[in-house]
């Protein structure tokens, strides 16, 4: 049993700084691979941001190089530093965890086992 929870979405303004929290609940502690998705307007999900689960390996989307940044807490803790937001960041933002280890498929949500249930983050113009 393992429960993700994301949280510290909002309303904010073009050019405002925001921080998600990520923490995944299990019933004994361990380490996860953890990573960023968001759903806007669109039916598919994107890539936001990625941390390998046995290395310091970070990826992130090309969409929010530069203005966004992951900083693990703990094994089991991921934050989402997001800096000069826009509009176009505008959605909902899922957490998602799993345990396998390698970082040639982070970017890819089919792989993760674990998801929360989102956060809304909004930017207005």
């Known amino acids: 049993q393992v429960q993700v929870v994301e949280s510290g979405g909002g309303l904010v303004r073009t050019g405002d700084s925001l921080r998600l929290s990520c923490v995944v609940f299990?019933?004994?502690?361990?380490?996860?691979?953890m990573a960023w998705f968001r759903q806007g307007s669109g039916n598919e999900r994107e890539f936001v941001a990625a941390?390998?689960?046995?290395?310091?390996?970070t990826f992130y989307g090309d969409s929010v190089k530069g203005r966004f940044t992951i900083c693990r807490h703990n094994d089991s803790t991921l934050y989402l530093q997001m800096t000069n937001l826009t509009p176009d960041d505008t959605g909902v933002y899922y957490c998602a965890a799993e345990t396998l280890y390698g970082d040639r498929w982070l970017r890819d949500q089919g792989e993760y086992a674990y998801w929360g249930q989102g956060t809304q983050v909004t930017v207005s113009s």
């Open positions: 941390a390998a689960r046995s290395a310091a390996t």
């Open positions: 299990g019933r004994t502690p361990d380490t996860y691979a």
